[in-house]
């Protein structure tokens, strides 16, 4: 009877900690080639250029290309363009649905070296994803600008699609 108890524990245990179906399906809707097209900054007036991912200017990922892979929630991202460090970065990815009824999803992304574990990174940036569709994305992340909150709003195009 406690091996049986044990065992039902257990499964009950993974099940909760497991991606839900909604989530699973904003994966693989994520998964291909997108292009960032567009850089705004919502309830701002004026010029405005950030460091995003602590990597590069917003200048610099505007029309870079980002490839997201599903089945190990991985990807890269390419940078490109005059004053830029160009190139490709690695990345380790997830969606989050925030509460069930509200339909909204967080999405972190940690930078990763070629090769390492991501889960032995304990620093990234979590995001809104304000909206998802076959062929088009939008993310939001919310920082802290002269002790105010900043929104920052990333646009995508999926390619090949």
Not at 20 to 30: D, M, N, V
Not at 92 to 108: I, K, M, N
């Amino acid at each position: 009877m406690k091996k049986i108890f044990s065992v039902v524990a257990v499964c009950l245990l993974l099940v909760a900690c497991g991606t839900t179906k909604i989530e699973r399906q904003a994966e693989r809707t994520f998964s291909g080639d997108w292009t960032l097209t567009n850089i705004t900054y919502p309830n701002n007036s004026g010029f405005v250029d950030v460091t995003l991912f602590q990597d590069a200017s917003a200048n610099c990922f505007r029309n870079s290309s980002w490839n997201f892979v599903n089945n190990n929630n991985k990807g890269t991202y390419t940078l490109s363009g005059a004053d830029c460090m160009s190139g490709t970065r690695n990345f380790a990815w997830a969606v989050q649905e925030e509460t069930p009824d509200s339909g909204l999803y967080d999405f972190t992304l940690k930078p990763i070296a070629e090769g390492e574990n991501a889960r032995k990174i304990n620093t990234g940036f979590r995001l809104n994803l304000v909206s998802l569709t076959e062929t088009n994305m939008v993310w939001e992340q919310t920082v802290s600008y002269e002790g105010q909150p900043f929104k920052i709003r990333m646009s995508f195009i999926k390619s090949n699609y």
